[in-house]
């Protein structure tokens, strides 16, 4: 069975910090891309992270705040997220995709990801 499950989402105050991960089954994660996206209400689902062999890519509202890893013989991808904001505050989900354009050239992708996590909540209070 193919499967993604995220952990890790909670509440924390704004300026702390929080690590989620992200498990995989089924297939190995270190032959694939990997990302991080985030969904708050009424906004479309943004991607925030991106791994392609080495080579991430982060948009400019988490910059320099969020790091992307992973751990091959965990199977799993991690996100570090300090200096919280509270606009911050969003359901958070991983992704993998076979396709290097998922994430290429500055972009992160979004139908190009494959298999897709149920999300973890992160609330960020000021």
């Known amino acids: 069975q193919v499967q993604l499950v995220e952990s890790g989402g909670g509440l924390v105050q704004a300026g702390g910090s929080l690590r989620l991960s992200c498990a995989a089954s089924g297939f190995a994660l270190s032959r694939y891309v990997v990302a991080w996206f985030r969904q708050a209400p009424v906004k479309e689902r943004e991607g925030i992270s991106c791994?392609?062999?080495?080579?991430?890519f982060y948009p400019d509202s988490v910059k320099g705040r969020f790091t992307i890893s992973r751990d091959n013989a965990k199977n799993t991808v991690y996100l570090q997220m300090n200096s919280l904001k509270p606009e911050d505050t969003a359901v958070y989900y991983c992704?993998?995709?076979?396709?290097?354009?998922?994430?290429?050239?500055?972009?992160?992708?979004?139908?190009?990801?494959?298999?897709w996590g149920q999300g973890t909540q992160v609330t960020v209070s000021s």
């Open positions: 791994d392609s062999s080495g080579d991430t």
């Open positions: 992704a993998a995709a076979f396709s290097g354009y998922a994430c290429n050239r500055g972009r992160i992708g979004r139908d190009e990801y494959d298999f």
